[in-house]
């Protein structure tokens, strides 16, 4: 996610990423769920494949003094999802930033993820997606309650749980 548009996500989710679980899903560097914490997230855990990367996400989060309230989990974000149960103490801030790509080649599965973390997300959670035009976000689960937002080539989808 390019640094202007993760700006606009975080100015959109305002303070309601504080005190939630932070997932950052295909991590990458991390900016997402660093930027979560930064910002009051209770905790952040990061999924990320990768294990070049992962082992910067780790060397972030030492540098940054928050390693008592992240974690980086070296895996798949599909399987991690399709695992995942929600703790009960708390909201979910959810990003969902994957390779654009996926949208097309993996379209089912990314769906079916989405749709995963919308209904298991506890009251008070927020879902954020990011996609580029070649995906309708109108394929989203509960399509009319997404704040879809264009940053081209970006487009980015909330939606706040009840």
Not at 13 to 30: C, M, P, R, V
Not at 33 to 60: K, V, W
Not at 74 to 101: H, I, K, Q, Y
Not at 133 to 145: I, N
């Amino acid at each position: 996610m390019k640094d202007r548009v993760r700006e606009a996500v975080f100015n959109l989710l305002g303070t309601s990423a504080a005190g939630s679980h932070a997932i950052d899903l295909f991590a990458g560097t991390g900016a997402l769920g660093l930027e979560a914490l930064s910002r009051g997230a209770a905790r952040a855990t990061f999924i990320e494949r990768h294990l070049p990367t992962a082992r910067l996400i780790e060397q972030s989060i030492a540098a940054l003094g928050v390693g008592d309230r992240a974690t980086v989990v070296f895996g798949n974000a599909f399987a991690w999802s399709a695992a995942f149960e929600p703790r009960a103490d708390g909201p979910l801030t959810v990003f969902c930033s994957p390779p654009f790509d996926f949208y097309v080649d993996r379209r089912e599965q990314m769906v079916d993820m989405i749709r995963r973390w919308t209904e298991l997300a506890p009251a008070g959670s927020q879902v954020v997606v990011e996609a580029d035009e070649r995906f309708d976000m109108r394929s989203l689960p509960q399509p009319d309650q997404w704040d879809v937002r264009n940053y081209a080539p970006a487009v980015v989808a909330i939606l706040g749980t009840e």
